[in-house]
């Protein structure tokens, strides 16, 4: 499968610190995503970094990706208690020869920024 | 407001009956798809759809079936819903589907 792993499946921290994420992949990829989930909600793009790319940022936000070792890393900067919510990498794999493809997620992060 | 809006938000059926789970979107976007959350599982692709009339099946298609008549439409349906498809179900759109994806408010599925 070409499912993404995050690695730590959860993280607890203190308000202040910063939190990072790890993802993996299997296979080349065009772009990978990050994805922000309030519990039971829908899921909220954060950030796109694109396969020619090797860092962005948003904000607080700072993603990593290193397609040779086909990982990309999330951190989240001065973490708030707000930012408590899940955490999903994803994905995006075009068919060969095309601009479509798919999206495959992870199984998520679960932070928990304590007060 | 650019959304993607599902129906309805919770749903308790019995085995065999026949339900629709709509989405909607408002962003004019091609790329539309169908997922299922279940704990420790993440997201899980049911079906895709790129453009109107053209769909295709994901990582766990069986028991659903979709349609894409409209451009901002589409439709999830179980035709005999069982309970092994009780989960958490979420519809998306994205402009070409390379591009980030907007999610519905998802759909609470509960099949006794």
């Known amino acids: 499968s070409q499912q993404g792993e995050e690695d730590p499946q959860a993280l607890s921290i203190q308000e202040g610190e910063n939190a990072t994420m790890n993802c993996s992949y299997k296979?080349?990829?065009?772009?990978l995503q990050w994805y922000r989930q309030n519990s039971g909600r829908g899921l909220v793009h954060l950030i796109l970094?694109?396969?020619?790319?090797r860092e962005k940022h948003s904000g607080r936000l700072r993603v990593t990706l290193d397609t040779s070792k086909k990982s990309s890393s999330l951190l989240i900067t001065a973490s708030r208690a707000a930012d408590t919510a899940s955490y999903f990498c994803a994905s995006f794999l075009a068919d060969r020869g095309s601009t479509l493809g798919r999206l495959y997620f992870g199984r998520g992060t679960q932070l928990t920024v304590w007060p | 407001e650019a959304q993607v809006t599902q129906n309805p938000r919770y749903l308790i059926t019995v085995t065999g009956k026949k339900l629709t789970v709509t989405c909607s979107q408002n962003?004019?976007?091609?790329?539309m798809s169908w997922y299922r959350q279940d704990p420790g599982l993440g997201l899980r692709q049911i079906y895709y759809?790129?453009?109107?009339?053209?769909?295709d099946k994901g990582d766990v298609p069986e028991g659903y079936k979709v349609s894409r008549k409209e451009k901002r439409n589409f439709p999830l349906i179980l035709e005999s819903p069982s309970p092994n498809q009780t989960s958490l179900y979420f519809c998306?759109?994205?402009?070409?589907?390379?591009?980030?994806?907007?999610f519905g408010q998802g759909t609470r599925l509960t099949v006794v």
């Open positions: 962003m004019n976007h091609e790329y």
């Open positions: 970094i694109r396969s020619n790319e």
């Open positions: 759809s790129m453009n109107v009339e053209v769909t």
């Open positions: 998306a759109s994205s402009l070409s589907g390379v591009d980030e994806a907007f």
């Open positions: 296979t080349s990829i065009n772009n």
